[in-house]
């Protein structure tokens, strides 16, 4: 079989869209041809093209030019105000036309060049990223026998007149499209009552491997020197993922304890979250971003992920659970799919400080519940969240 994954990202990493990528190629069938193609800008391009050089399988591809989505955001980020970078937007419209028309000629001649027979696109939020839609195009005027949209978040709530606006590009993808994934049943939810498919969706679940067998330098760890019973964030240091509330917590937290947080982010965001610390009497650490998490998460006690909004799985769960460790988390989005309740964690109401607080004391308080916890959180991640049996869903859906 010959395979290719598109991605299109234009944030600074890490991202979730990238770990499940990972976790795909390195463990997929290495019989089969995989190519991976990204966006001119990605910000792993570097980091990946050395990770799969040694997989004979598997070859790493740039889009020759960028994208007009990128030549937008490039536009935003000269601060103009929104008069001017209207009338600019307008003026270079016949632009990024013909830019979309030659990605996609470039992408049909690049399909039936290597007789590609499976498209995965693998997209952010709902429809997805300039790439992700593209390639899916391409793929059904080149008659390519397999095109799979992958849904990684929730679509943005548009307003009803941007939302008629869309009407047309959610209807091009979902006729170009032969089949829709998704990573959670909320996320398909809200995908069903916020855009007009009506088509079947089907939920695949994330997975990472049982073992962590990835080798990478040694992590930075002389900031932190395990001293009480720790808790752990791991992710994007952003509003959306609510640390804000998870300080807020922290100053009613009766136990001792320490938190370390691994991510980087939103600069000024990280800024007012280190004005809350000397309201905190406990120790609080900020890492950065590792690559190698799995020497923290041996060390540490409890993971909490106290996301807000745009929360469609929650990746960094499954690395807790795999860990035996218990995890705490709202009850946004999708993350309530892979934490039961009093089962291998604790949910608790999103922006709800004191009852975060409240599970979080009640965790430091007993070791056996956390034992047990986390324990029973090994058993799930084997039978539902493994990437042996994510790919084998993925390989079901083409049959």
């Known amino acids: 079989m010959k395979i290719i994954f598109a991605i299109d990202e234009n944030e600074t990493g890490p991202s979730g869209v990238i770990s499940v990528i990972n976790e795909l190629l390195i463990n997929w069938n290495k019989k089969d041809t995989i190519y991976l193609i990204l966006n001119k800008n990605h910000w792993s391009i570097e980091e990946l093209k050395e990770k799969f050089k040694l997989y004979e399988n598997i070859k790493v591809y740039l ?32 632009i990024t036309i013909i ?84 990573v959670s049943e909320y996320c398909k939810k809200i995908i069903l009552k916020n855009t007009i498919i009506n088509k079947n969706i089907r939920v695949i679940y994330n997975g990472i491997s049982f073992e962590n067998t990835k080798k990478y330098e040694k992590p930075f760890l002389s900031q932190w020197n395990k001293s009480k ?3 752990a964030y791991l992710g ?95 009850d946004c989005g999708g993350m309530k799919e892979v934490v039961i309740h009093g089962k291998n964690g604790l949910i608790y109401k999103a922006d709800d400080h004191l009852e975060l607080a409240m599970n979080i004391n009640k965790l430091l308080e007993n070791q056996v519940l956390r034992k047990n916890m ?15 049996e994510m790919i084998k869903k993925y390989k079901e859906i083409l049959n």
């Open 63 to 94: 889009t020759p030019f960028t994208l007009s989505s990128e030549i937008i955001i490039k536009l935003k980020t000269f601060n103009l105000n929104k008069f001017l970078e209207l009338l600019i937007r307008i003026f270079i419209l016949p």
């Open 99 to 182: 830019n979309k028309i030659f990605v996609i000629f470039f992408l049909i001649v690049f399909l039936k060049k290597r007789k590609i027979d499976t498209i995965y696109s693998h997209n952010g939020g709902w429809p997805g990223g300039e790439l992700n839609r593209l390639i899916i195009y391409a793929g059904f005027l080149s008659f390519v026998r397999n095109r799979v949209l992958i849904i990684h978040n929730e679509p943005i709530k548009y307003d009803n007149i941007l939302r008629k606006i869309n009407f047309l590009s959610d209807k091009f993808i979902s006729l170009s499209s032969n089949k829709i994934v998704t």
């Open 229 to 231: 019973t720790t808790l």
């Open 236 to 330: 994007k240091l952003v509003p959306r993922k609510g640390l804000h509330i998870l300080f807020e917590a922290m100053k009613n937290i009766n136990f001792p304890c320490e938190l370390i947080l691994l991510g980087d982010g939103d600069k000024k965001y990280i800024n007012n979250l280190k004005n809350i610390i000397p309201e905190i009497k406990w120790p609080v650490y900020f890492l950065g971003y590792q690559k190698n998490i799995s020497k923290f998460l041996e060390k540490t006690d409890i993971l909490i992920l106290p996301s807000i909004q745009f929360e469609s799985f929650g990746m960094s769960i499954l690395d807790g659970m795999r860990f035996e460790k218990p995890v705490i988390c709202s």
């Open 374 to 388: 986390g324990y029973e959180g090994k058993k799930i991640f084997e039978e539902k969240f493994t990437s042996t």
